[in-house]
């Protein structure tokens, strides 16, 4: 499967319509970026059950700074609209396949637990009691 191109026109409809979904915010002058494309590229052919997304961060400003991107290249994994995984800097082929098997298996069930017990105020980002 290829790369979809992510933008701030198609962002909600990718995340919300995709269980899985990982982004790699890149810039065409950022060598990194460039290095790290043709491995993104083949790791959305091993892993169709993934929607592989590129976020130009030159053009979709606004988009990267909505979530804060302040380095190239970024990856961010979502899993049922949750985001799971986002660092800075390229991973290594066996790196990114882990990544995903993790995002893959993890229980999401008990994700969308915890989200709901921080919101409650019971979780332990809620602050002093």
């Given at each position: ?7 701030d026109a198609n962002f909600e409809q990718l995340i919300t319509r995709n269980e899985k979904v990982i982004i790699d915010f890149w810039a065409p002058w950022c060598g990194p970026c460039r290095q790290f494309a043709p ?91």
């Open positions: 499967m290829a790369t979809v191109e992510l933008t491995l993104f590229e083949a790791a959305s052919e091993k892993h169709p059950d993934f929607v592989f997304a590129k976020v130009n961060s030159d053009e979709e400003q606004a988009l990267a700074g909505q979530f804060g991107i302040r380095s190239i290249p970024t990856l961010m994994v979502f899993r049922e609209q949750v985001i799971l995984f986002s660092e800075a800097g390229a991973l290594p082929a066996p790196q990114l396949d882990a990544l995903l098997e993790q995002a893959r298996t993890l229980d999401m069930a008990e994700v969308h637990r915890e989200i709901a017990a921080r919101s409650d105020g019971e979780g332990p980002e809620a602050g002093p009691a």
